[in-house]
């Protein structure tokens, strides 16, 4: 039955373009923005776990600047470290000369003193940021250990992350290598001494040496860590949020298409009623 007061075949074409409409400004909307999902309102349950993976995303990116931080730190006293066995060495040799008899051992003690002093510059000096790892205190407040912000551990989707940090010690060179007390040189009796004294001395600068190394080491390896965790979670939210801008190309150019006959299909529909003219003549 055809009827001039309701014109079902409009009605439905007119859904129909509807429809097309709507699917057609999300798709302009997606390749406009290059985000599939948004806002909340274009999927809540993505849209939530793309906000939370993206606070853990800033979190790291914090915790990669702490990471750097300390690693400079323990490498200024790292560097520090091995200039100190350079030079403790020297001072060996030194000792090691003044064992023979005929020898200025004045002159001699006077260079172990000098590069004494020198090692106390180098501790002293060897600071970042007001950290010093070769001192008793690293940084004034009793501090004897570094704690470096090393990741962000969460358990569960809605678990409260919780920090973990690496905690370096310090080697305190400042008070286990205090030259200042060692044996004086004014024979070679007092040389065999000194050198038991620097032996000793040598052994602790080398094992902290060692120990500084083996931070600097880890700090790098966490922080090359945080940095493909970093990447990784940011590819995880972008495959969960961003727009496939070849399927949403595809999809547009469909919807325009669907778009124009559904135009046509109105117009169709609406010029129905006028064949009835022709019932009339």
């Known amino acids: ?19 097309v409409n ?11 923005t290059g985000k599939r999902v948004g806002a909340a309102k274009d999927n809540a349950a993505v849209w939530a ?11 790291f990116n914090a915790i990669s600047e ?7 730190t323990v490498a200024v006293a790292s560097a520090g470290a091995e200039q100190i066995v350079a030079t403790l060495i020297e001072i060996k040799e030194l000792i090691v000369s003044a064992q023979s008899e005929n020898v200025d051992h004045g002159k001699i003690q006077n260079d172990i003193d000098k590069k004494s002093a020198q090692i106390a510059g180098i501790i002293s000096a060897a600071q970042f940021n007001g950290a010093n790892l070769l001192a008793s205190d690293i940084d004034g407040n009793t501090t004897t250990q570094l704690g470096v912000l090393a990741s962000l551990d969460r358990i569960g989707a809605t678990g409260t992350p919780t920090a973990s940090k690496i905690l370096i010690d310090t080697v305190d060179f400042e008070a286990d290598i205090a030259l200042g007390g060692m044996q004086t040189i004014s024979d070679s009796t007092e040389a065999a001494s000194a050198l038991i004294e620097i032996e000793a001395f040598l052994a602790l600068a080398i094992d902290g040496a060692a120990s500084l190394g083996s931070d600097s080491a880890r700090l790098k390896d966490q922080g090359d860590f945080v940095s493909k965790l970093t990447d990784s979670m940011r590819m995880g939210v972008s495959s969960m949020t961003d727009t496939d801008m070849e399927e949403a190309s595809a999809r547009l150019k469909a919807l325009q298409t669907q778009q124009q006959l559904a135009v046509q299909s109105l117009s169709i529909a609406n010029s129905a009623p006028e064949t009835l003219m022709t019932l009339f003549r």
């Open 66 to 72: 702490s990471l750097a931080v300390g690693e400079a």
């Open 1 to 19: 039955m055809t009827s001039i007061l309701t014109n079902s075949g409009a009605m439905v074409a007119l859904q129909t373009l509807q429809s």
């Open 49 to 59: 776990i793309s906000k939370t993976m993206e606070s853990d995303i800033a979190g």
């Open 22 to 32: 709507n699917n057609l400004t999300d798709a302009q909307n997606e390749i406009s």
